[in-house]
Antibody
Framework: VQLVESGGGLAQPGRSLRLSCTASGFTFDDHVMHWVRQGPRMGLEWVSSASWNGEFLDYADSVKGRFTVSRDNAKDSLFLQMNSLRPEDTALYYC??????????????WGQGTLVTVSS | SYVLTQAPSVSAAPGQTATITCGGANIGGKSVHWYRQRPGQAPVLVMYYDGDRPSGIPERISGSNSGNTATLTITRVEAVDEADYYCQVWDTDNNRVLFGGGTKLTVL
């Protein structure tokens, strides 16, 4: 099982970034996928979830209306479009696999993360 | 909204037992999962559904959940156990993933 995130970097406040996560080693559409972030010297914060077929999408209040999650099961990929970025969005963003197709299930595998820094 | 409370830090000497707790209103009625994050590494699942261990996690790590407290217990603590530990539940009030604030385990 492998989850490889990309797309992080430095962005100015108000600008956009698009994160990608490429999965391998498992049947991608057998799993819910999540984005979880960790600010500098902070704890884990759930950001967004995508159901196995991408039809149900959910967001933390802190990013709702600014971030959009999507997935392409044909390409075993998960995405996070991040608009109107704020300094408080600065974090390491993890792509995380849910254990099953149930949103309620635990998170059983984490990528290594991609760093997003929002600063002028 | 539902809140998970973890002590910021605990410590234990090698060979001793470390107890990491996660408090929440009637958390015993929920399924609790635990993740270990060693310095500079991504989190790893170490316990699911209160007390089930993923493959590769040693038997000296155990979990329980009752009343208002879930507990992760590490017996015969080793240097490799030094890490941040996070509890997690499914927040039924808001239908989303919820993490505790994390507990840093220091091995003395």
């Amino acid at each position: 099982v492998q989850l490889v995130e990309s797309g992080g970097g430095l962005a100015q406040p108000g600008r956009s970034l698009r994160l990608s996560c490429t999965a391998s080693g498992f049947t991608f559409d057998d799993h819910v996928m999540h984005w979880v972030r960790q600010g500098p010297r902070m704890g884990l914060e759930w950001v967004s979830s995508a159901s196995w077929n991408g039809e149900f999408l959910d967001y933390a209040d802190s990013v709702k209306g600014r971030f959009t999650v999507s997935r392409d099961n044909a390409k075993d990929s998960l995405f996070l479009q991040m608009n109107s970025l704020r300094p408080e969005d600065t974090a390491l963003y993890y792509c995380v696999r849910g254990r099953s197709t149930s949103l309620r299930d635990f998170l059983d595998f984490w990528g290594q993360g991609t760093l997003v820094t929002v600063s002028s | 909204s539902y809140v998970l409370t973890q002590a910021p830090s605990v410590s234990a000497a090698p060979g001793q037992t470390a107890t990491i707790t996660c408090g929440g209103a009637n958390i015993g009625g929920k399924s609790v999962h635990w993740y270990r994050q060693r310095p500079g590494q991504a989190p790893v699942l170490v316990m699911y559904y209160d007390g089930d261990r993923p493959s590769g996690i040693p038997e000296r790590i155990s979990g329980s959940n009752s009343g208002n407290t879930a507990t992760l217990t590490i017996t015969r603590v080793e240097a490799v156990d030094e890490a941040d530990y996070y509890c997690q539940v499914w927040d039924t009030d808001n239908n989303r993933v919820l993490f505790g604030g994390g507990t840093k385990l220091t091995v003395l």
